[in-house]
Protein backbone atom coordinates (compact mmCIF):
# COMPACT_ATOMS: atom_id res chain seq x y z
CA UNK A 1 0.00 0.00 0.00
CA UNK A 2 1.14 3.42 -0.98
CA UNK A 3 2.41 5.88 1.76
CA UNK A 4 0.42 9.28 2.13
CA UNK A 5 3.34 11.20 1.51
CA UNK A 6 3.40 9.46 -2.41
CA UNK A 7 0.06 11.00 -2.97
CA UNK A 8 1.11 14.90 -3.02
CA UNK A 9 4.34 13.47 -5.68
CA UNK A 10 2.29 11.24 -7.63
CA UNK A 11 -0.01 14.39 -7.85
CA UNK A 12 2.62 16.79 -8.78
CA UNK A 13 4.24 14.18 -12.00
CA UNK A 14 0.47 14.17 -13.11
CA UNK A 15 0.10 17.95 -13.27
CA UNK A 16 3.81 18.58 -14.55
CA UNK A 17 3.19 16.12 -17.06
CA UNK A 18 -0.16 18.35 -18.06
CA UNK A 19 1.70 21.45 -17.91
CA UNK A 20 4.20 20.53 -20.88
CA UNK A 21 1.16 20.49 -23.04
CA UNK A 22 -0.48 23.08 -21.95
CA UNK A 23 0.14 25.65 -18.90
CA UNK A 24 -2.82 27.55 -17.70
CA UNK A 25 -0.46 29.40 -15.76
CA UNK A 26 1.78 30.93 -18.60
CA UNK A 27 -0.93 30.00 -21.35
CA UNK A 28 1.86 28.14 -23.53
CA UNK A 29 1.24 24.96 -25.46
CA UNK A 30 3.58 22.46 -26.03
CA UNK A 31 5.90 25.03 -24.30
CA UNK A 32 5.33 27.82 -26.98
CA UNK A 33 2.70 30.84 -25.92
CA UNK A 34 0.42 32.03 -29.09
CA UNK A 35 3.09 35.23 -30.49
CA UNK A 36 5.80 32.78 -30.18
CA UNK A 37 3.56 30.15 -32.00
CA UNK A 38 2.40 33.00 -34.53
CA UNK A 39 5.92 34.19 -35.39
CA UNK A 40 7.08 30.47 -36.21
CA UNK A 41 4.59 29.48 -38.30
CA UNK A 42 4.41 32.98 -40.26
CA UNK A 43 8.68 32.37 -40.51
CA UNK A 44 7.79 28.62 -42.26
CA UNK A 45 5.08 30.79 -44.40
CA UNK A 46 7.04 32.97 -45.66
CA UNK A 47 10.01 30.53 -46.41
CA UNK A 48 7.86 28.05 -48.28
CA UNK A 49 6.21 30.60 -50.18
CA UNK A 50 9.77 31.96 -51.06
CA UNK A 51 11.03 27.89 -52.27
CA UNK A 52 7.97 27.67 -54.32
CA UNK A 53 8.10 31.49 -56.26
CA UNK A 54 12.16 30.20 -56.77
CA UNK A 55 10.63 26.79 -58.57
CA UNK A 56 8.10 28.87 -60.48
CA UNK A 57 10.64 31.04 -61.75
CA UNK A 58 13.21 28.50 -62.68
CA UNK A 59 10.71 26.59 -64.67
CA UNK A 60 9.27 29.04 -66.39
CA UNK A 61 12.70 30.23 -67.73
CA UNK A 62 13.64 27.02 -68.63
CA UNK A 63 10.38 26.49 -70.65
CA UNK A 64 11.72 29.78 -72.32
CA UNK A 65 14.27 27.76 -73.73
CA UNK A 66 12.40 25.13 -75.41
CA UNK A 67 10.65 24.88 -78.67
CA UNK A 68 7.25 23.99 -79.10
CA UNK A 69 8.03 22.20 -82.31
CA UNK A 70 11.33 20.97 -82.17
CA UNK A 71 13.45 19.21 -79.29
CA UNK A 72 16.48 20.93 -77.91
CA UNK A 73 18.66 17.66 -78.37
CA UNK A 74 18.52 15.60 -80.98
CA UNK A 75 21.84 14.29 -81.40
CA UNK A 76 21.17 10.94 -79.32
CA UNK A 77 19.03 8.64 -82.76
CA UNK A 78 20.65 10.17 -85.53
CA UNK A 79 19.43 7.34 -87.51
CA UNK A 80 16.06 5.76 -87.68
CA UNK A 81 15.15 2.06 -86.44
CA UNK A 82 13.31 -0.32 -88.63
CA UNK A 83 9.62 -1.82 -87.61
CA UNK A 84 7.30 -4.07 -88.54
CA UNK A 85 3.57 -4.88 -88.80
CA UNK A 86 2.24 -7.64 -87.29
CA UNK A 87 3.79 -5.96 -84.01
CA UNK A 88 5.55 -9.42 -83.03
CA UNK A 89 9.08 -11.39 -84.08
CA UNK A 90 7.82 -14.54 -84.26
CA UNK A 91 4.96 -14.41 -86.80
CA UNK A 92 3.26 -18.25 -86.28
CA UNK A 93 0.42 -19.33 -88.16
CA UNK A 94 -1.68 -22.03 -90.22
CA UNK A 95 -2.85 -21.66 -93.23
CA UNK A 96 -6.32 -23.94 -92.10
CA UNK A 97 -6.98 -20.91 -89.25
CA UNK A 98 -9.21 -17.89 -90.30
CA UNK A 99 -8.27 -15.93 -87.93
CA UNK A 100 -3.98 -16.67 -88.61
CA UNK A 101 -3.21 -15.40 -84.95
CA UNK A 102 -4.36 -12.06 -85.34
CA UNK A 103 -2.08 -10.90 -87.68
CA UNK A 104 -4.72 -10.32 -90.42
CA UNK A 105 -6.36 -8.06 -88.42
CA UNK A 106 -3.46 -6.25 -87.06
CA UNK A 107 -2.44 -5.10 -90.94
CA UNK A 108 -5.69 -4.04 -91.37
CA UNK A 109 -5.92 -1.55 -88.14
CA UNK A 110 -3.04 -0.32 -88.97
CA UNK A 111 -3.29 0.80 -92.53
CA UNK A 112 -6.83 2.71 -91.52
CA UNK A 113 -4.90 6.19 -91.77
CA UNK A 114 -3.59 5.07 -95.14
CA UNK A 115 -7.08 4.37 -96.61
CA UNK A 116 -7.04 6.09 -99.82
CA UNK A 117 -10.06 7.93 -99.23
CA UNK A 118 -8.62 10.28 -96.45
CA UNK A 119 -5.45 10.46 -98.12
CA UNK A 120 -6.75 11.88 -100.65
CA UNK A 121 -7.01 14.96 -98.40
CA UNK A 122 -3.10 15.22 -98.42
CA UNK A 123 -1.07 16.76 -101.01
CA UNK A 124 -0.87 14.81 -104.24
CA UNK A 125 1.53 16.47 -106.42
CA UNK A 126 4.60 15.89 -104.18
CA UNK A 127 7.81 15.65 -106.60
CA UNK A 128 9.16 12.17 -106.74
CA UNK A 129 12.66 11.61 -105.21
CA UNK A 130 12.72 15.49 -103.80
CA UNK A 131 12.74 16.31 -100.16
CA UNK A 132 9.30 18.84 -99.20
CA UNK A 133 10.82 20.72 -97.63
CA UNK A 134 8.57 23.43 -95.84
CA UNK A 135 10.60 25.69 -93.82
CA UNK A 136 8.51 29.20 -94.33
CA UNK A 137 5.08 27.29 -92.89
CA UNK A 138 4.16 26.87 -89.51
CA UNK A 139 1.24 24.27 -90.39
CA UNK A 140 3.40 21.50 -92.25
CA UNK A 141 0.94 19.64 -95.35
CA UNK A 142 1.64 16.00 -95.84
CA UNK A 143 2.64 14.25 -98.82
CA UNK A 144 -0.17 11.22 -99.59
CA UNK A 145 1.03 7.76 -98.97
CA UNK A 146 -2.17 5.95 -100.54
CA UNK A 147 -2.53 1.85 -99.21
CA UNK A 148 -3.16 1.37 -102.78
CA UNK A 149 0.71 1.38 -103.67
CA UNK A 150 1.23 -1.74 -101.74
CA UNK A 151 -0.45 -3.53 -104.33
CA UNK A 152 -0.87 -7.17 -103.56
CA UNK A 153 -0.47 -6.56 -99.80
CA UNK A 154 -2.75 -3.68 -99.77
CA UNK A 155 -5.74 -5.68 -98.21
CA UNK A 156 -8.11 -4.39 -100.84
CA UNK A 157 -7.08 -7.21 -103.97
CA UNK A 158 -6.51 -10.00 -101.23
CA UNK A 159 -8.98 -9.51 -97.54
CA UNK A 160 -6.08 -11.84 -95.67
CA UNK A 161 -2.73 -10.26 -96.96
CA UNK A 162 -1.62 -13.66 -98.42
CA UNK A 163 -2.30 -15.40 -95.33
CA UNK A 164 -4.53 -17.61 -96.28
CA UNK A 165 -2.40 -18.42 -99.24
CA UNK A 166 0.67 -19.00 -96.95
CA UNK A 167 2.80 -16.01 -98.40
CA UNK A 168 2.30 -13.72 -95.69
CA UNK A 169 3.12 -9.99 -96.17
CA UNK A 170 5.06 -7.58 -93.38
CA UNK A 171 5.18 -3.99 -93.87
CA UNK A 172 8.20 -2.05 -92.86
CA UNK A 173 8.83 1.64 -92.13
CA UNK A 174 11.39 3.82 -90.09
CA UNK A 175 10.80 5.24 -86.89
CA UNK A 176 9.86 8.96 -87.11
CA UNK A 177 13.11 11.41 -86.77
CA UNK A 178 12.31 15.54 -86.67
CA UNK A 179 14.23 16.75 -89.48
CA UNK A 180 15.21 13.51 -90.92
CA UNK A 181 16.76 13.63 -94.63
CA UNK A 182 18.23 10.57 -95.86
CA UNK A 183 20.92 10.79 -98.98
CA UNK A 184 20.85 8.38 -101.35
CA UNK A 185 17.77 6.32 -103.03
CA UNK A 186 16.86 4.49 -99.65
CA UNK A 187 15.14 1.21 -100.23
CA UNK A 188 14.23 -2.20 -97.53
CA UNK A 189 16.63 -5.26 -98.61
CA UNK A 190 15.24 -8.59 -97.03
CA UNK A 191 17.01 -11.72 -97.11
CA UNK A 192 16.77 -15.18 -94.96
CA UNK A 193 19.50 -15.61 -93.12
CA UNK A 194 20.01 -19.39 -93.07
CA UNK A 195 20.90 -20.97 -96.31
CA UNK A 196 17.59 -21.09 -98.15
CA UNK A 197 15.82 -19.89 -101.33
CA UNK A 198 13.32 -17.67 -100.74
CA UNK A 199 11.66 -14.95 -103.43
CA UNK A 200 10.22 -12.20 -102.02
CA UNK A 201 8.26 -9.36 -103.19
CA UNK A 202 8.57 -5.71 -102.61
CA UNK A 203 5.37 -2.65 -102.61
CA UNK A 204 6.02 0.15 -103.87
CA UNK A 205 8.10 -1.45 -106.16
CA UNK A 206 11.77 -2.83 -105.60
CA UNK A 207 10.85 -1.47 -102.20
CA UNK A 208 12.09 2.43 -102.59
CA UNK A 209 10.95 4.86 -99.64
CA UNK A 210 10.65 8.13 -101.78
CA UNK A 211 12.56 11.63 -100.74
CA UNK A 212 9.13 13.42 -100.64
CA UNK A 213 8.52 12.21 -97.53
CA UNK A 214 11.17 13.79 -95.84
CA UNK A 215 11.84 15.33 -93.41
CA UNK A 216 9.49 15.26 -90.85
CA UNK A 217 8.66 18.35 -88.82
CA UNK A 218 7.46 16.69 -85.77
CA UNK A 219 3.97 15.65 -84.04
CA UNK A 220 2.79 19.18 -83.19
CA UNK A 221 3.84 20.68 -86.54
CA UNK A 222 3.22 17.89 -88.76
CA UNK A 223 -0.06 16.57 -87.39
CA UNK A 224 -1.46 14.50 -90.27
CA UNK A 225 1.93 13.15 -91.15
CA UNK A 226 2.13 9.50 -92.11
CA UNK A 227 5.33 7.30 -92.46
CA UNK A 228 5.93 6.03 -95.89
CA UNK A 229 5.37 2.36 -96.01
CA UNK A 230 7.24 -0.83 -97.76
CA UNK A 231 5.36 -4.26 -97.83
CA UNK A 232 7.30 -7.17 -98.35
CA UNK A 233 5.03 -10.46 -99.61
CA UNK A 234 7.15 -13.83 -98.96
CA UNK A 235 6.38 -16.54 -101.47
CA UNK A 236 6.67 -19.31 -99.74
CA UNK A 237 6.53 -22.54 -100.99
CA UNK A 238 5.45 -26.16 -100.44
CA UNK A 239 9.10 -26.82 -99.51
CA UNK A 240 9.10 -23.89 -96.58
CA UNK A 241 5.50 -25.30 -95.01
CA UNK A 242 6.42 -26.30 -91.30
CA UNK A 243 9.60 -24.75 -90.91
CA UNK A 244 10.95 -22.09 -89.31
CA UNK A 245 12.93 -19.38 -91.15
CA UNK A 246 14.49 -16.02 -90.06
CA UNK A 247 14.77 -13.57 -92.33
CA UNK A 248 16.39 -9.85 -91.44
CA UNK A 249 15.69 -6.67 -93.21
CA UNK A 250 17.79 -3.57 -93.67
CA UNK A 251 17.42 0.15 -95.17
CA UNK A 252 19.92 -0.39 -97.95
CA UNK A 253 21.31 2.53 -101.01
CA UNK A 254 21.30 5.60 -98.37
CA UNK A 255 23.48 6.77 -95.49
CA UNK A 256 21.38 5.15 -92.46
CA UNK A 257 23.05 3.45 -90.17
CA UNK A 258 21.82 -0.68 -90.66
CA UNK A 259 25.34 -2.22 -89.16
CA UNK A 260 25.53 -0.81 -85.67
CA UNK A 261 26.34 -4.37 -83.09
CA UNK A 262 25.11 -2.37 -80.41
CA UNK A 263 21.98 -1.64 -81.69
CA UNK A 264 20.09 -4.51 -83.57
CA UNK A 265 17.32 -2.56 -84.44
CA UNK A 266 19.21 0.61 -86.37
CA UNK A 267 18.08 0.48 -89.37
CA UNK A 268 17.28 -3.19 -89.89
CA UNK A 269 14.73 -5.78 -88.32
CA UNK A 270 15.14 -9.48 -87.53
CA UNK A 271 11.75 -11.19 -87.48
CA UNK A 272 11.10 -15.33 -87.80
CA UNK A 273 8.09 -16.47 -89.68
CA UNK A 274 6.82 -20.17 -89.42
CA UNK A 275 3.96 -21.39 -91.65
CA UNK A 276 2.29 -24.74 -90.91
CA UNK A 277 -0.46 -26.68 -93.37
Same mark, same amino acid.
Request: hydrophobic residues 30%.
Given at each position: MASTEDKPANKENASSWKD???? !?? %?? &???????????????FYLVFYCFLAGMFALTMWVMLLTLDDYVPRYRDRVP??????? !?? %?? &?????????????YVSQLESFLQRYNDTLQEQNVQDCVKGQYFLQDDVEEKKVCSFKRGLLKACSGYSDSSFGYADGQPCILLKLNRIIGLMPRGEPYINCTVKVNFSMQMAYYPDEGRIDKKYFPYYGKK???????PLVAVKLLLEKDHMN?????????????????DERDKWLGRVSFKVKVME
Open positions: SIYN !PR %TG &ELLGRTASSWALILLSPGLVIR !PN %TM &EITFSKSDTKYNGAHENYVQKEHSVECRVDGTNLRNN
